[in-house]
């Protein structure tokens, strides 16, 4: 079988300081995503989803392996789409104008969104994602959960577990998610689209 790997990181560790410090990004990636890779290893050693494809293990798992499997996707998008930090960061290219059609402005979009997630209760993400006909969605998920489940392309997501900001915002998660905009690479999101 085909063991899962630890995603490396586009940037040096704290390349997106100071919205996520290096001993964030130590923890976020090092410990908790590694500990998501090792778990789903063990969990799917001698099981039918040992030589699935990960986004087909999320859609057809439950329990600890979705958990696991559902969190290294996550997590393998989350730590992919930044740069480091630039102030006025704004949108290019399909999406800018994708936003822009839909949301009335990036202002408008970022709002709805920091608002989703800030408001999600307890622990999960909200996720920018398309849907089949190229529409953007905003959707809350709670957990592990990913818009794969729900035939969505996700394009770009925020951590809202408390592991992603306690050590740098404590109870401040609006704070913090509203920092993450100037380390998105838009490059990166819109190649996923
Ligand atoms: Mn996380």
Do not use: C
Request: aromatic share 12%; hydrophobic share 40%.
């Amino acid at each position: 079988m085909k063991k899962y790997e630890l995603i490396p990181l586009p940037y040096a560790m704290d390349a997106l300081e100071p919205v996520v410090s290096k001993e964030t990004i130590g923890f976020h990636h090092g410990k908790h995503l590694q500990a998501y890779v090792n778990n789903l290893n063990a969990a799917i050693e001698g099981t039918a989803y040992a030589d699935m494809p990960l986004e087909e293990i999320v859609k057809k798992s439950e329990g600890g392996v979705f958990n696991n499997a559902g969190q290294i996707l996550n997590h393998n998008l989350y730590f992919t789409q930044f740069r480091a930090p630039k102030a006025d960061n704004q949108p290019t290219g399909r999406i800018a104008e994708a936003i822009n059609a839909q949301f009335g402005s990036f202002e408008a979009f970022k709002e709805e969104f920091t608002k989703k997630g800030a408001t999600l209760f307890g622990s999960g993400w909200v996720w920018l994602s398309a849907d089949a006909e190229g529409k953007l969605v905003i959707t809350q998920e709670t957990n592990a959960g990913n818009p794969v489940q729900r035939g969505l392309k996700p394009l770009l997501t925020f951590d809202v577990w408390e592991h992603a900001y306690y050590l740098d915002y404590q109870n401040r998660r609006p704070d913090h998610l509203a920092a993450l905009w100037q380390i998105i690479d838009w490059d990166a999101v819109n190649a996923r689209w």
